[in-house]
C-alpha cells in the first residue's frame, strides 16, 4: 500500500503548523505539538507554528500570510472544522484555496470510520492548493493529527513514496501563474 522507495533522496519541506481554537495555549496544545513532532521526526522542518481563534477573518489572515511566504511550502491546521457555530476553518480555506484536494477529506474520513465509525461525518478536513502551497485541515483531536499525519500526509509529503507524492508536484503548482 505505502511503498517508500530508499533509492529515491529524500526531500525536507517546510510546513507551517496552526492550531484553531479559542481556548488553547502553547502550554496545553496536545495537538499542535503531536502534529510538530511528528513532521519533525519524518524528517521535515516546523517553519513556523501558532495558535488562532476561531474566527474565519484570522484564519483566512494567517493562511494569506504563510502562503506568501515562498518559505513555506505546506500549511496543516488542527482544529475548527467540526459544524458547531464556531467552527469556520473550512470556511477560511475556501476563501484562500485556488483547488481542492477532495481526495484528502475523503481518505480522511474513510480511514477515520475505521476508529470512530459514522462520528466521522462531523469531520469537515479540507486540503487543497494556493499560490504553490498545500494546505491540509484537519480536526482538532490529537487523535485525528494522527491518522491525518501516520496515514496520509507522511507518505504524500515524502519525496519517496510511490507510485506519486505531492511533493514531486511541487515544483508545477504555479504553472497557472507562469502564463
Not at 480536526?139 to 493529527?145: K, Y
Request: a negative charge; charged letters at 25%.
Amino acid at each position: 500500500m505505502h511503498r517508500i522507495d530508499e533509492a529515491r533522496v529524500f526531500l525536507p519541506v517546510q510546513i507551517a503548523v496552526a492550531t484553531i481554537s479559542d481556548t488553547r495555549t502553547t502550554l496545553d496544545d496536545t495537538s499542535g505539538d503531536a502534529l510538530a513532532a511528528r513532521i519533525a521526526g519524518a524528517g521535515h522542518v516546523v517553519a513556523a507554528r501558532a495558535i488562532i481563534r476561531d474566527d474565519a477573518d484570522a484564519i483566512e489572515a494567517k493562511l494569506r500570510g504563510w502562503i506568501a511566504d515562498p518559505s513555506i511550502d505546506v500549511v496543516i491546521t488542527t482544529g475548527g472544522t467540526g459544524v458547531t457555530g464556531r467552527d469556520v476553518t473550512p470556511e477560511a480555506f475556501a476563501r484562500v484555496l485556488e483547488k481542492t484536494i477532495e481526495g484528502f477529506g475523503e481518505l480522511f474520513r474513510m480511514l477515520s470510520y475505521q476508529k470512530i465509525g459514522t462520528s466521522t461525518m462531523q469531520s469537515r478536513a479540507v486540503g487543497g492548493v494556493a499560490n504553490g502551497t498545500y494546505l491540509f485541515a484537519l480536526p482538532g483531536s490529537t487523535g485525528a493529527v494522527k491518522d491525518g499525519w501516520d496515514d496520509i500526509l507522511r507518505y504524500q509529503l515524502d519525496s519517496r513514496h510511490r507510485p506519486c507524492n505531492l511533493v514531486e508536484l511541487m515544483p508545477r503548482l504555479k504553472e497557472h501563474l507562469a502564463s
